[in-house]
């Protein structure tokens, strides 16, 4: 079975539904990410004596435990959530996971008042609604974006993600400043996570098919490029065959690779540069958001780049996941080795590489995170969900090694020594990547009754030429 784009089935001209839905998810995980974010940005005046608003004598290890409890709750819904998505339909599931997660918000302040355990436990909960969100959005991506689009339109959605963190981390010291205090990052994520999935449950819909408002010639077009089937809700997850594909284990292999390093940089870098450098990052909300920026427009820099690659036939699909996934592991890699020799003298070479070592991360967004649904249109929620639950536990093992190895945090051959150590991880988990990974249509995607030698070959074929136009109508798009 093929997925070629004929004449009939030519781009439709101009913005789409496709494109609102991308909207809505791009909107969602900036929401989402509220929710996951505020705690760390809220955990500094929470225990610091401020005007106007309530303060804890929390010590190190109590706020150690708070920030890190989100992520026992968030690999254990992992897999669940794909499967609920699958089954129940991922509207349903991330509408819902976004509301509760709102409400858990309004809690927090009234939870602080009993204690960090108090907290610990929302944070938990907090991290099993979240645990739904990229199982949910893949779910939904493998349904409306056209393999001719994959790049920009799910890089788009993701750079939420980035976005997300950098407007709290900008936002928050207004807010704390202001009469609402720190409760206030609270009451607004939570409001503004109810009012996201008020607009999602309207607006949203699980396929084309389904979605009001929507032409019949770009459903025919997004249908004939996705490669997901219409009864997948009903076929079983083929998880035998998912653990024996070794190009499932190379995308494995990237998923933790790039969390161990991001969440290497996200939880210990302000450390660093504050105890080695002797520069306060979190007193300086531009300086702690600008790499989260610097990713997210990179994102909107890559995609476009990698799709127009694909589409000319310049390259095949396997080739660009690879390609941009080594610029997004290796490149960070160099620039923490650079940064494990900058001294307090060199802050300004020392905030350049830090930007640079998140920054071109973007690459990543063009190769695992989409390679899910190259690999299965049809299974690519429950994929995601076994990934990013063990990947989500390389981020509870990062900062756990970095405190094994920094017993004096003002020593910068203890932090190099992490940051050879993450370096090495890129490394290795990259090299995996580019050994097994492939980005065409697995044969476990479809049903078992599909003729496994005409699928098998409309993979193949798939990655190394369907994706290019095969009209001049087509070439315009």
Request: aromatic letters at 12%.
């Amino acid at each position: 079975m093929g997925f070629e784009p004929s004449e009939d089935k030519a781009r439709p001209g101009g913005l789409g539904v496709r494109h609102w839905q991308a909207v809505l998810l791009f909107v969602g995980m900036m929401i989402n990410y509220f929710q996951r974010v505020n705690i760390s940005a809220a955990i500094v005046p929470m225990t610091q004596s401020t005007a106007g608003a309530p303060f804890y004598t929390w010590d190190t290890s109590d706020k150690s435990l708070i920030l890190s409890s989100f992520f026992w709750g968030y690999v254990v819904s992992q897999v669940p959530a794909g499967l609920l998505a699958k089954r129940f339909g991922a509207k349903l599931v991330l509408g819902l996971a976004t509301a509760i997660g709102g409400i858990l918000c309004f809690f927090h302040p009234i939870a602080a008042k009993s204690g960090w355990q108090s907290i610990c436990v929302l944070r938990v909960l907090t991290g099993l609604v979240q645990g739904t969100v990229y199982p949910c959005v893949h779910t939904l991506l493998a349904k409306w974006v056209p393999r001719t689009e994959r790049g920009l339109l799910t890089t788009g959605v993701y750079s939420g993600a980035q976005f997300g963190t950098a407007v709290i981390l900008v936002t928050s010291g207004f807010i704390f400043e202001s009469s609402m205090g720190w409760p206030g990052l609270f009451y607004l994520s939570g409001g503004l996570s109810l009012a996201w999935a008020l607009l999602f449950f309207w607006q949203a819909a699980n396929e084309p098919v389904t979605a009001s408002r929507i032409s019949k010639g770009e459903v025919e077009y997004i249908e004939s490029l996705t490669g997901s089937n219409s009864s997948s809700q009903s076929m079983p997850v083929p998880w035998m065959s998912i653990f024996r594909s070794p190009a499932f284990y190379g995308l494995l292999a990237a998923h933790c690779g790039f969390t161990w390093g991001f969440y290497t940089l996200l939880t210990e870098m302000p450390t660093y540069m504050s105890m080695v450098l002797q520069l306060n990052v979190k007193s300086n909300a531009f300086l702690s958001s600008l790499p989260y920026f610097a990713m997210g427009l990179l994102c909107f820099v890559v995609s476009p780049i990698s799709d127009l690659l694909i589409n000319r036939g310049t390259i095949s699909i396997t080739t660009a996941r690879k390609l941009f996934n080594s610029i997004g592991q290796w490149g960070p890699m160099a620039c923490l080795i650079g940064l494990g020799y900058m001294t307090a003298d060199e802050k300004t070479w020392a905030i350049l590489l830090l930007t640079l070592a998140v920054g071109i991360n973007a690459g990543c967004s063009c190769g695992y995170l989409i390679n899910h649904i190259d690999l299965s249109p049809n299974f690519a929620g429950p994929m995601m969900g076994v990934t990013n639950g063990i990947a989500g536990v390389t981020s509870i093992i990062a900062p756990l090694v970095v405190g094994a190895i920094v017993s004096d945090e003002e020593d910068p051959s203890q932090w190099r020594m992490v940051f050879f150590i993450t370096g090495g991880i890129y490394l290795v988990c990259n090299t995996i990547f580019v050994i097994f990974g492939k980005a065409t249509i697995q044969i476990w995607n479809e049903p078992p009754s599909t003729s496994s030698t005409m699928t098998l070959r409309s993979h193949q074929e798939n990655d190394s030429k369907s994706i290019v136009p095969t009209s001049d109508k087509d070439i315009r798009y």
